[in-house]
T-cell receptor, first 114, second 114 residues
Framework: EAQVTQNPRYLITVTGKKLTVTCSQNMNHEYMSWYRQDPGLGLRQIYYSMNVEVTDKGDVPEGYKVSRKEKRNFPLILESPSPNQTSLYFC?????????????FGPGTRLTVL | AQSVTQLDSHVSVSEGTPVLLRCNYSSSYSPSLFWYVQHPNKGLQLLLKYTSAATLVKGINGFEAEFKKSETSFHLTKPSAHMSDAAEYFCVVTSSFGNEKLTFGTGTRLTIIP
């Protein structure tokens, strides 16, 4: 089954404790991205990757890191989480960088930073 | 530059009655427009998309949307609501050339009254 998976689905952590949210897709997609969803703000892009070893900042990259060492994986790293990073996070992939392509979304990771 | 406005944050309809979710957009180039649906605790799923072909676009589950350039609108409709339509809906705009980011609306929560 074609899908985007994220782990963990739920995470409660404390300020400053490094964490990684994993994202994997099995559709051989070139383009992957991370979004955060906050009430009343819709989805905002954090980082995106057009292919292996190619990443770039989205609209709200501060406090986040990403890497793309393999085509299928695109982990999101929070080196020192803060309470304002409490949010619902989605990973998405599409066949290539064209923004008119359908985005395939993971199920989401709900992060709470205390 | 581009932006999207979803005119209602919450819409309630009775089962079997028509659904109308409103979306206005602003774009300085030829737009591509999407509607995504998010069911509780799920990722976003593409309902339909407009990419400069037919202005009336049919999607999954009986939904359709009409691109009206003169009104800069892309409203989502369904003739008869079903309980399973209860979800959050996002209108999204980008460039039809695929070289711009995706801009998400803030979402409309659809409630179906039995």
């Amino acid at each position: 089954e074609a899908q985007v998976t994220q782990n963990p689905r739920y995470l409660i952590t404390v300020t400053g404790k490094k964490l990684t949210v994993t994202c994997s897709q099995n559709m051989n997609h070139e383009y992957m991205s991370w979004y955060r969803q906050d009430p009343g703000l819709g989805l905002r892009q954090i980082y995106y990757s057009m292919n292996v070893e190619v990443t770039d900042k989205g609209d709200v990259p501060e406090g986040y890191k990403v890497s793309r060492k393999e085509k299928r994986n695109f982990p999101l790293i929070l080196e020192s989480p803060s309470p304002n990073q409490t949010s619902l996070y989605f990973c998405a992939s599409s066949v290539d960088r064209g923004s008119y392509n359908e985005q395939f979304f993971g199920p989401g990771t709900r992060l709470t930073v205390l | 530059a581009q932006s999207v406005t979803q005119l209602d944050s919450h819409v309630s309809v009775s089962e079997g009655t028509p659904v109308l979710l409103r979306c206005n957009y602003s774009s300085s180039y030829s737009p591509s427009l999407f509607w995504y649906v998010q069911h509780p605790n799920k990722g976003l799923q593409l309902l339909l998309k407009y990419t400069s072909a037919a202005t009336l676009v049919k999607g999954i589950n009986g939904f359709e949307a009409e691109f009206k350039k003169s009104e800069t609108s892309f409203h989502l409709t369904k003739p008869s609501a079903h309980m399973s339509d209860a979800a959050e809906y996002f209108c999204v705009v980008t460039s039809s050339f695929g070289n711009e980011k995706l801009t998400f609306g803030t979402g409309t929560r659809l409630t179906i009254i039995p």
